[in-house]
């Protein structure tokens, strides 16, 4: 590091150090297909997720979305992004999930879709975060302990 020698040089330090602290600039993230690719994560669940420019179908691991997510909860659960940034039928989406039970894949579904939206159009990082779509939900079950029935479940007491 460069020793300053007066009050100019310090303010082109400054300058410098600031301009470097700027917020990251977004750009698109595509690949060879002109489709966009994230992955997301809840509890147990991985899904991974491409987007693309279509009339609005979903396909989760070779199936339509009403036969994979019967419930109509999850269903929305996966729609969520797309209903806030308004693009509910733009994208072609194809999922591929594994791991954990339903509720844990859609909503693995719902980051990485999420994730991929802000890969394909970054302008919508801004709303998605807001909503907390972008943020990994981290809560995963507590691991069983020795000497408990459960992880914090103990055996009952008995006196005698």
């Known amino acids: 590091m460069a020793t300053l020698q007066s009050l100019a040089d310090l303010n082109r330090a400054n300058t410098q150090?600031?301009?470097?602290?700027e917020a990251p600039v977004h750009?698109?993230?595509?690949?060879?297909?002109?489709?966009?690719?994230?992955?997301?994560?809840?509890?147990?669940?991985?899904?991974?997720?491409?987007i693309k420019p279509g009339n609005g179908t979903v396909v989760i691991n070779n199936r339509p979305i009403e036969t994979y997510f019967a419930r109509p909860v999850l269903r929305m659960i996966l729609r969520q992004p797309l209903e806030i940034a308004g693009r509910v039928d733009q994208y072609d989406i194809t999922v591929t999930v594994a791991g954990g039970g339903?509720?844990?894949?859609?909503g693995?579904?719902?980051?990485?879709?999420s994730k991929a939206l802000t890969y394909y159009e970054p302008e919508l990082r801004g709303p998605?975060?807001?909503?907390?779509?972008?943020?990994?939900?981290?809560r995963t079950v507590?691991?069983?302990?020795?000497?408990?029935k459960k992880a914090r479940r103990s055996f009952q007491f008995s006196k005698r």
Request: charged share 35%; glycine share 10%; proline share 0%.
């Open 108 to 113: 693995a579904v719902r980051h990485g879709l």
């Open 142 to 148: 507590e691991r069983k302990k020795y000497g408990r």
């Open 128 to 138: 998605l975060k807001r909503e907390g779509f972008l943020t990994r939900d981290s």
């Open 27 to 50: 750009v698109q993230k595509l690949d060879a297909q002109g489709r966009a690719y994230a992955t997301g994560k809840r509890k147990d669940a991985v899904a991974r997720v491409w």
């Open 102 to 106: 339903l509720s844990g894949q859609a």
């Open 17 to 21: 150090t600031s301009s470097e602290n």
